[in-house]
T-cell receptor
Framework: NAGVTQTPKFRILKIGQSMTLQCTQD?????MYWYRQDPGMGLKLIYY???????DKGEVPNGYNVSRSTTEDFPLRLELAAPSQTSVYFC???????????????FGPGTRLTVL | QKEVEQNSGPLSVPEGAIASLNCTYS??????FFWYRQYSGKSPELIMF????GDKEDGRFTAQLNKASQYVSLLIRDSQPSDSATYLC?????????????FGTGTKLQVIP
C-alpha cells in the first residue's frame, strides 16, 4: 500500500493564480482531511470529508474549496492565491466511524506551497 | 472552539533522562487522545492513543490521561537523540455523528547527547 500520496511536493505560485493539490489514499478510509501548517505552528484543519460526496468546513476554509467524488481522492483547490496561503499542506485519512475510539490519522508527505 | 494547549518548548533533556510532555484540553466531552510525533520537514505519525483514565505503556512511551483535570501527558523514558522532534497532542470528540479532532500546536523536544 502506498498509503496517502500528495502531489506536487513543492510549488511556487504567483498572487492571483489558482491550483489544485492532489491527495489520494489506497486504504479505503472513509474520512479524509486537509490541514495547513505554518512554520512553528500546529495543524489547522481546512476541510474534511466523512465519505464520498460529503465535505465540511474546518477551522480555516476561506480561499479553498474541496470535492470528494470517490473514496480515494480528495483534491484541494486554491482560487486566487494570496501570500497568506504560503504554508505546508498535509492531507490525511482515517477509517472514521462512530465505533472507532482510536481513529488514527495517516498523513501524506505534504505539499510545500509558496505564494509570491 | 475546542482548544488543546501545549507548551511550545523547546524542552531540552539529556540523553537517558525522562522527557515529560503535557497537554490540556477544554472540552469535557472529549473521548480519545493521541500523541503524534513530527520530525522536522516530515509529516506527523502516531505514537500512542489513550481513551481511558490512567496510564498506557508502549515500550519507552507512557501516555497518562486524567479526564477530571482535562490533562493528558506523554512520558518518554531513556530519551534518545532520535526522539528529538515536535510532539503534537490531538483530542477527538463526536459532533453531529462524526468524530472530529483538534490538534495542539506541539512541543518541540530536544534530546542532548
Amino acid at each position: 500500500n502506498a498509503g496517502v500520496t500528495q502531489t506536487p511536493k513543492f510549488r511556487i505560485l504567483k498572487i492571483g493564480q489558482s491550483m489544485t493539490l492532489q491527495c489520494t489514499q489506497d486504504m479505503n478510509h472513509n474520512y479524509m482531511y486537509w490541514y495547513r501548517q505554518d512554520p512553528g505552528m500546529g495543524l489547522k484543519l481546512i476541510y474534511y470529508s466523512v465519505g464520498a460526496g460529503i465535505t465540511d468546513k474546518g477551522e480555516v476554509p476561506n480561499g479553498y474549496n474541496v470535492s470528494r467524488s470517490t473514496t480515494e481522492d480528495f483534491p484541494l483547490r486554491l482560487e486566487l492565491a494570496a501570500p497568506s496561503q504560503t504554508s505546508v499542506y498535509f492531507c490525511a485519512s482515517s477509517i472514521g466511524g462512530a465505533l472507532t475510539m482510536a481513529d488514527e490519522q495517516f498523513f501524506g508527505p505534504g505539499t510545500r506551497l509558496t505564494v509570491l | 472552539q475546542k482548544e488543546v494547549e501545549q507548551n511550545s518548548g523547546p524542552l531540552s533533556v539529556p540523553e537517558g533522562a525522562i522527557a515529560s510532555l503535557n497537554c490540556t484540553y477544554s472540552d469535557r466531552g472529549s473521548q480519545s487522545f493521541f500523541w503524534y510525533r513530527q520530525y522536522s520537514g516530515k509529516s506527523p505519525e502516531l505514537i500512542m492513543f489513550i481513551y481511558s483514565n490512567g496510564d498506557k505503556e508502549d515500550g519507552r512511551f507512557t501516555a497518562q490521561l486524567n479526564k477530571a483535570s482535562q490533562y493528558v501527558s506523554l512520558l518518554i523514558r531513556d530519551s534518545q537523540p532520535s526522539d528529538s522532534a515536535t510532539y503534537l497532542c490531538a483530542v477527538a470528540y463526536f459532533s453531529g455523528g462524526y468524530q472530529k479532532v483538534t490538534f495542539g500546536t506541539g512541543t518541540k523536544l530536544q534530546v542532548i547527547p
